[in-house]
Every structure is written in structure tokens, then in C-alpha cells.
């Protein structure tokens, strides 16, 4: 299985193949001048993107994750997966993140988390309204660090706290077990009132891709 990575920054692209290796997945890391010609002749399983190369893409059916430096804002985020992108992400993300962004874009797999069959079996429509209110709830989350960031107070924390703890009942039904492990984790820290031992902004990017 190929992979194509289009990313201007050598220590994304490098963490990346290190990723793709342990997995056997086979990745190139190309220019945008190289794209069709790249996708034409070794007809990649899927692409791992800049956002900013994305017009660079001209042939269909190539599963497709945008990679960008500052994430998106949710709204932004879901226009993209309504356009038929399958992941987003953000540069900074750990080996772990990167192995579940392969893993999920070539249908493998991964480490981070079991099987669920059952998500197969779950009708188009109930998936897409959980995925409107999940994004309904990361857009929350966003707001309410970038809030705390200003000015914690108690009722922010605990605004947070149940916000979180939503997700964290609700993502594994539908496939997200990592977001929901990652949530419990972090519910656990704010109902002890753990805020110091807590990095948002890290479990803001790890839960925008794990969510999706």
C-alpha cells in the first residue's frame, strides 16, 4: 500500500514515514509540482496533504487528509469532510495521532484502539446527526479554552468538565474510542480538579482528529 505525503516541513513528513514503516505502509514524500505526475504513476492509496497544495490534487477517488499548521475552525473542518476530505489534522501531531491518521485513512488496524463492527452497521443518517452534534461539542470545547485562557474560573472549568464528559459517553458507540479514552482521561483531572496537570491545547488537537 502506497501513501503520498505533500508537506513543506521535513520533521512532519519524517515522523510520518517512521509511522508508515512501522506499519508497512509505503510513503513518498513529494513536491506539489510532482503531485499528478506522482499519483498517476504509483496511484496512491491516499494522500497526506498541505492544506495549501489542495487544488494541487486533480484526479478523484484518492482518499485525502489535510494537514495544517493551525487548525481550522470546526465549521471549516466539517465544510472539508463535506467535500469529501476524509481526515484533518494538525502538524504538531504526535507519532500516535500519526499512526491513527494512516491507519484510518488505508482501512487498517491500529493500536490505539479495538475493532468496532458494530459502526458498520450503523445507518448513514444516525452516524451524520452524532458527527453534527460531536462537532457542535469540539466547537464548545475550543471556545471554552480559549475562554480559560483569558480568565479561569470555576464555572468555565465545570462547563468544560460536562462538555467533555458528553463526549466521553458517546464516542465509543459510534467508533471514536479513543476520543471517548482521551475525554474520561481528562474528565477524571477536572472533576479533581487536576488544572494545572492538564494540557488543553494538546487535547484540543488530539480530540478534533480522534472525533472525526
Known amino acids: 500500500m502506497h501513501i503520498l505525503c505533500i508537506d513543506d516541513d521535513p520533521t512532519f513528513c519524517q515522523m510520518l514515514k517512521n509511522e508508515a514503516n512501522a506499519i508497512g505502509i509505503q510513503i513518498s514524500v513529494v513536491s506539489p509540482e510532482q503531485i499528478d505526475e506522482k499519483v498517476r504513476d504509483l496511484k496512491p492509496a491516499a494522500c497526506v496533504l498541505n492544506a495549501n497544495y489542495r487544488t494541487k490534487i486533480s484526479e478523484d477517488g484518492i482518499k485525502t487528509s489535510l494537514i495544517y499548521k493551525t487548525l481550522p475552525i470546526v465549521s471549516d473542518l466539517k465544510e472539508s469532510k463535506l467535500s469529501g476530505v476524509e481526515y484533518v489534522g494538525g502538524q504538531s501531531m504526535s507519532a500516535d495521532e500519526a ?106 488537537r488530539q480530540l478534533y482528529l480522534y472525533i472525526q
Request: aromatic share 8%.
Open 99 to 204: 499512526h491513527y491518521l494512516l491507519t484510518k485513512l488505508c482501512r487498517l488496524a491500529n493500536r490505539l484502539e479495538p475493532e468496532c463492527d458494530w459502526v458498520a452497521e450503523i445507518p448513514e443518517s444516525l452516524m451524520q446527526d452524532y458527527l453534527n452534534l460531536a462537532f457542535e461539542r469540539l466547537a464548545h470545547i475550543e471556545h471554552l479554552i480559549q475562554a480559560l485562557k483569558k480568565q479561569a474560573t470555576d464555572a468555565l472549568w465545570e462547563e468544560l468538565k460536562n462538555v467533555v464528559h458528553k463526549i466521553a459517553g458517546s464516542a465509543g458507540l459510534y467508533g471514536r474510542s479513543k476520543a471517548s479514552e482521551i475525554c474520561k482521561e481528562v474528565e477524571i483531572k477536572l472533576k479533581n480538579k487536576e488544572y494545572s496537570s492538564l494540557d488543553l491545547d494538546n487535547f484540543y
